[in-house]
Antibody, heavy 120, light 107 residues
Framework: QITLEESGPTLMKPTQTLTLTCTFSGFSLSTNGVGVGWFRQPPGKALEWLALIYWDDDKRYSPSLDNRLTITRDTSKNQVSLTMTNMDPVDTATYSC????????????WGQGTLVTVSS | DIQLTQSPSFLSASVGDRVTLTCRASENVINYLAWYQQKPGKAPNLLIYAASTLQGGVPSRFSGSGSGTEFTLTISSLQPEDFATYYCQQLSSYPITFGQGTRLDIK
């Protein structure tokens, strides 16, 4: 059974750096084809893809946030982390991680997400 | 970036209705198109991938079709649990993008 769970701060101040961790079970990020992605969804708005890391350490980022994002993995801990610098109130959103197998394939298992609020 | 435009943005329908949601891509995404259902406060749930392949465990009243730039999601007979927001997503090229969503409400 595949599960993913996001963790991290719920309240940030502008200009701070956010670090979120996705802890997963039921699969290994060392397995051929496996990927873990990060997404966000501002309240009442659409889903937005942020970043993705594959089993072979291939990393992809949303160009609109590229210079602010870093995705890393710790295969021994079954964790993927996302760092976003220079947080702003417009970054207030629910942040989620999700699993996929294969490039071009969809995200079939999702965490419940964690709401991050950015406010001074 | 590939833009996905969903229509309609809002749809009111009744239990038992057949509904069709549309997703148009600004470029050819071949068949790298997925549909998700999302209920308030919940994670997205994968319904359809590769434009027309039903994800395991998803009821057969859901179906997808299309290729290239035009895609549809059809629910053959709406059930009470189907009232939700539906998103299409393209995985043909980076950045991965979503449509703005179609909110399906009970009439």
């Amino acid at each position: 059974q595949i599960t993913l769970e996001e963790s991290g701060p719920t309240l940030m101040k502008p200009t701070q750096t956010l670090t979120l961790t996705c802890t997963f079970s039921g699969f290994s990020l060392s397995t051929n084809g496996v990927g873990v992605g990060w997404f966000r969804q501002p309240p009442g708005k659409a889903l937005e893809w942020l970043a993705l890391i594959y089993w072979d350490d291939d990393k992809r980022y949303s160009p609109s946030l590229d210079n602010r994002l870093t995705i890393t993995r710790d295969t021994s801990k079954n964790q993927v982390s996302l760092t976003m610098t220079n947080m702003d109130p417009v970054d207030t959103a629910t942040y989620s991680c999700a699993h996929k197998i294969g490039r071009g394939k969809p995200f079939d298992f999702w965490g419940q997400g964690t709401l991050v609020t950015v406010s001074s | 970036d590939i833009q996905l435009t969903q229509s309609p943005s809002f749809l009111s329908a009744s239990v038992g209705d057949r509904v069709t949601l549309t997703c148009r891509a600004s470029e050819n995404v071949i068949n790298y198109l997925a549909w998700y259902q999302q209920k308030p406060g919940k994670a997205p749930n994968l319904l359809i991938y590769a434009a027309s392949t039903l994800q395991g465990g998803v009821p057969s009243r859901f179906s997808g079709s299309g290729s290239g730039t035009e895609f549809t999601l059809t629910i053959s007979s709406l059930q009470p649990e189907d009232f939700a927001t539906y998103y299409c997503q393209q995985l043909s090229s980076y950045p991965i993008t979503f449509g703005q969503g179609t909110r399906l409400d009970i009439k």
